[in-house]
């Protein structure tokens, strides 16, 4: 499930967005028992926020619903 998008700017602080899509996520809807992430950078920006809210954080190098999103950009004419 992607439970956020958004397309930041270059002067945006992407490690606060991260955590506030994680934590505002865990607030409204409850903790989630897994996140997978795609890479090293947000395994690293949220591995200590699942340690200590005890969250499975695994990387997966394929996942189908950013991969068709990312894919999706290929049909608009830029």
């Known amino acids: 499930m992607v439970i956020d ?7 945006d602080d992407e490690v606060q967005y991260v955590l506030d899509m994680v934590i505002n996520y865990i607030l409204n809807i409850g903790k989630p ?8 950078y947000l395994l690293y920006l949220l591995t200590d926020l699942c340690e200590r809210g005890k969250i499975d ?4 190098e394929r996942l189908k619903a950013i991969d068709r999103f990312v894919e999706s950009f290929s049909e608009f004419q830029f």
């Open 57 to 60: 954080l695994q990387v997966k």
């Open 5 to 11: 998008q958004y397309l930041l700017a270059p002067e």
């Open 33 to 40: 028992r897994r996140i997978f992430v795609r890479d090293e």
